[in-house]
């Protein structure tokens, strides 16, 4: 008997393709939801125009990704539902806090850069598994929108780490060295006043002497 109510306590959902499909398209609609309040956002904390236009495109893409799953699960009878996507949520929190923490310019653009990757990676994988789903089940709609935008984002990627290498990591460094010859240069004044100030003593403890 108490082995019978512990096979019913364990037992799981064992979901079929079209209901795995419905919960990958759920999740990514709600991960394009939450960056959808973000992106702006991030828009007016960066420094780089160039970035700032990425950011403005891919909050286009995602609003029109969102349209295209709403119109895929109505035609599939489903709704995106209310789940939170955890881990959209986690990667999207990070990328936030850097917000908070680091002054606007070229350091908070690079550490803004890897954090939208980091997403923009996770969105692709999402993507990818969902296309593969819709495509063993016939929704042509779903494996469509899933190209274009697996397509969007390994091209905003790229465009991403282009920007970040040739025109954002260089500004950074620059601004360290900047920095580096800047406390130099204070550490060079102050010991100049230090054997300045020295020099006056013992000059006049001489003429002290020589009375």
Known sequence: MASSRKSSRTRKDSPD?????????????????????????LMKAVESEELRECLEERLSQGERLTKEIESALEQMDESPGRKKNAAAEGLINDTREHVQEIESGPALDAVLISGIQKTEHYCIAAW???RSLGESAGEKEVVKSMERA???GRQMDEALTKLAEETINPQVFA????DEESDEGTDEEGGSARSSGRGGKQQRQEQRTSR
């Open 17 to 41: 393709g079209n209901e795995l499909l419905v919960l990958e398209l759920q999740e990514i609609h709600n991960a394009e939801s939450q960056l959808s309040r973000v992106v702006p956002k």
């Open 128 to 130: 990818g598994t969902a």
């Open 150 to 152: 697996l397509k969007e």
């Open 175 to 178: 601004e360290e060295s900047q």
